[in-house]
């Protein structure tokens, strides 16, 4: 299949008969699967009620049929379709954090949405996201579209329109490029449905901002503890890992140094993911600067592309900092750890 690829100006606003939203908005409504730019990472989109559609996703990013697709809407009313109810902590959610990087489950009407995209459970996620080129197709195409991270699984997300290309040419029928995602990392989920409220996913809302508007919030014990069993069934596989293995690193600079010495005397070339307050202490064959450590938004904005940059960079082992569990920590750590295999070496 040809992949067609077209540029959209960021700052469209979100009228219809925009030719570029439309030719996406057309593919969507026949089935087809399109790359979209959203405010964390580039979705790959279909309509959400169709099976068709629904499988072309799975199909081309190779992800496992249990795990469900988050659906994204451009309208609180488009939740009428699909949603049984609306609970009360949601709504307040909804009005604080939509558009935005909030993922909120809720329990679905059934027979509306593909049982593909939810993977036959009983709930569905939403979210509605804040960029105006994804809620223009939205909005235009007049669909809930599923759209997870335009991605092969088990790859990082994708943050630029060349990110889905390198791994969806050919797979898709179209990449709609935005230019660069703003937030870096995809939404927070959160289980509205549960007794308190609870945190399945970390991502671009912290459980700090969450809890200032609801109070009570809890973090899914899995995403503590490897042995539980998560709630959200994507939350169990293994996931945006580089091809080098990679270790996360908790001590001091001068061991991190002795950690990449070692390596390299054994003819190994050594990648490290440090940030500015660490770059003149790393001396290796490939360094990558994520961002400033005292601003972690500017840590989760790079993390997929110093991810995907020891690909490129050719490296046979791979050293990265760790970052606090706090605010969008929480987001970066959860990434690192999957993307590590949970491979961790301690000073003491
Ligand atoms: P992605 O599409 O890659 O951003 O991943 C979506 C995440 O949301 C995965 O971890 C899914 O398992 C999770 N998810 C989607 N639908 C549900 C649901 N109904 N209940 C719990 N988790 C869900
Ligand atoms: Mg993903």
């Not at 604080?96 to 509306?112: C, D, M, N, R, V």
């Not at 050919?170 to 990392?185: F, Q, Y």
């Not at 308190?196 to 671009?204: D, H, M, V």
Request: a negative charge; one cysteine or more; charged letters at 25%.
């Amino acid at each position: 299949m040809d992949t067609i690829r077209w540029s959209v100006d960021k700052n469209v606003d979100e009228i219809k008969g925009y030719p570029q939203i439309e030719k996406a908005a057309d593919l969507l409504r026949n089935n087809e699967v399109v790359a979209i730019p959203t405010e964390t990472v580039y979705g790959l989109g279909g309509n959400a009620k169709s099976d068709e559609a629904v499988k072309k996703i799975f199909q081309a990013k190779g992800r496992p049929s249990d795990n469900p697709l988050i659906i994204h809407i451009a309208e609180k009313e488009q939740l009428e379709e699909f949603v049984v109810e609306v609970p009360e902590l949601a709504e307040k959610l909804m009005n604080q954090f939509w558009p935005g990087s909030l993922t909120i489950i809720f329990q679905q009407k059934e027979g509306i949405l593909s049982t593909s995209a939810t993977a036959g459970l009983s709930t569905v996620a939403v979210r509605m996201p804040d960029h105006p080129v994804a809620l223009a197709v939205i909005k235009s195409s007049g669909l809930p579209i599923a759209a997870p991270s335009a991605n092969r699984s088990g790859r990082p997300s994708p943050t630029t329109a060349q990110h889905v290309f390198e791994d969806l040419n050919g797979l898709i029928a179209g990449i709609v490029d935005g230019g660069s995602t703003g937030v870096g990392v995809e939404s927070t989920v959160i289980d509205c449905t549960a007794a308190i409220p609870t945190i399945l996913r970390p991502g671009g809302v912290t459980k700090e901002q969450i809890a200032k508007v609801i109070g009570d919030v809890r973090m899914d014990p899995a995403l503590q503890n490897e042995k539980v069993k998560p709630k959200s069934p994507g939350m169990k596989y293994q996931h945006y890992a580089p091809d080098a293995p990679l270790f996360l690193v908790k001590g001091s600079k001068s061991f991190l140094q002795k950690l990449i010495d070692e390596k390299r005397q054994h003819g190994l070339r050594v990648g490290v993911l440090t940030t500015i307050e660490g770059e003149s202490h790393v001396h290796a064959d490939f360094v990558f600067t994520c961002g400033e450590r005292k601003q972690l938004e500017t840590v989760a904005v790079k993390l997929y592309e110093a991810l995907r940059s020891f690909n490129t960079a050719g490296v046979d082992i791979i050293f990265s900092e760790m970052f606090p569990n706090e605010g969008v920590g929480d987001a970066i750590m959860n990434r690192l750890m999957k993307a590590a295999g949970h491979q961790i070496i301690s000073e003491e």
